[in-house]
Every structure is written in C-alpha cells, then in structure tokens.
C-alpha cells in the first residue's frame, strides 16, 4: 500500500464521517468544501461535502434543536417583557398574548416601577403536545428564577432577591411560516423552594 493510496483512504473516511455528521446535524448549510493538497505534486484538490436531500430534512422533526430554540426563545421573551421591550415582543407573541403583556407592561411604567428578571437555571424543559403537522407544540418549562418589582427609587416592592421562585410555565408555540414561529399561549405558576 503506498502513501498516496493511505492518504486516500484516510480522506475517504473523513468525508463519510463528515457525510454521517451532516445528516445527523439535521441542517440546511450550503454543501460544504473541503481542500486537500497532495504531498507528491502539491496540487490543491478541492472536494464538496454532499448535504442530505432538503425536501427529506424538511419532513423530519428535530425536537432536540426545537427544545433548544423554545429555550432561547422563553429566555429572550421574559426579559423583553421585564425590560418592556414592545417591539421585540410584538415579534413573537400573537395578539391576544401581547395584548396581556402590554397591558402589564404599560401598568408597571406608569406607575414608575421596574422589573428585575434573573433566570438562574432550567430545570428541566418537556414537549407535552404536539400537533400531527408539529405545527403547534406546547412545552412545560421549569426554572429556578428571581423576579422583583422595583419601585422608582429602587427599592424592592415584590419579591425576594434572596429566595429563587421555582417557575413551572406553559407556552404554545405555533409555526406560522417556515421557521417562524409566534407564542399563542401562556400560563405560569410560581413554588418557592
């Protein structure tokens, strides 16, 4: 066996191992290339890394990347809603929920108060339905988070910045376009540990 026909095969290997990752990665990447350079000539050679067929990946429900993004997506929406930022939640949530949430929102400003929100872990995070098309998923999160309601000068009004709420809430997600997906539901129940 010579070197030539070693490195060959080496490189073989690393692009079916490659091929294997991005099917398993489940993700719409442009093909991706590779460039070797033979150690005889010196030539450069470059090869393209075959993605899976999009129309296959598309059927397929990844729920581990949509646990992932539900995460993401509560961590950024309850610090949008403590900070107020309107814009950012009219952007993810549907009417009727961003009606509720605007209206505590506004409440809170006009009385001049402010809302500290720390997320401190996810305890655990669980789909408990979801439709036949995955196109509405409702997932239960539980969090350890502290929550206070500061008054104008600062001072603590509601809460306890030394005791972490443990935080069980259900959200529905609802696909509205490819990949694009708005809350439509929330609940939320606070346990104090």
């Given at each position: 066996?010579?070197?030539?026909?070693?490195?060959?095969?080496?490189?073989?290997?690393?692009?079916?191992?490659?091929?294997?990752?991005?099917?398993?990665?489940?993700?719409?990447?442009?093909?991706?290339?590779?460039?070797?350079?033979?150690?005889?000539?010196?030539?450069?050679?470059?090869?393209?890394?075959?993605?899976?067929?999009?129309?296959?990946?598309?059927?397929?429900?990844?729920?581990?990347?949509?646990?992932?993004?539900?995460?993401?997506?509560?961590?950024?929406?309850?610090?949008?809603?403590?900070?107020?930022?309107?814009?950012?939640?009219?952007?993810?949530?549907?009417p009727t929920v961003y009606k509720l949430f605007e209206e505590d929102i506004l409440n809170r400003q006009n009385s001049k108060n402010k809302m500290d929100f720390s997320l401190i872990c996810f305890d655990s995070v669980d789909i408990i339905s979801k439709s036949?098309?995955?196109?509405?998923?409702?997932?239960?999160?539980?969090?350890?988070?502290?929550?206070?309601?500061?008054?104008?000068?600062?001072?603590?009004?509601?809460?306890?910045?030394?005791?972490?709420?443990?935080?069980?809430?259900?959200?529905?997600?609802?696909?509205?376009?490819?990949?694009?997906?708005?809350?439509?539901?929330?609940?939320?129940?606070?346990?104090?540990?």
């Open positions: 066996m010579t070197l030539e026909t070693l490195a060959l095969g080496l490189v073989a290997v690393y692009l079916m191992w490659r091929l294997y990752k991005a099917i398993l990665k489940d993700t719409q990447k442009q093909p991706e290339k590779i460039r070797l350079i033979s150690k005889e000539t010196g030539e450069i050679v470059e090869m393209q890394i075959i993605q899976p067929d999009n129309a296959k990946k598309n059927t397929e429900w990844n729920k581990a990347a949509f646990i992932d993004s539900a995460k993401r997506a509560f961590q950024q929406t309850l610090h949008s809603f403590a900070v107020g930022n309107l814009k950012d939640l009219k952007n993810v949530l549907s036949p098309k995955n196109d509405t998923v409702t997932v239960q999160f539980i969090t350890e988070q502290i929550n206070l309601l500061k008054n104008e000068q600062g001072e603590v009004i509601e809460g306890d910045p030394m005791n972490i709420a443990i935080m069980q809430d259900t959200w529905v997600f609802q696909k509205m376009a490819k990949d694009n997906w708005i809350i439509t539901a929330t609940h939320s129940q606070a346990h104090h540990a």
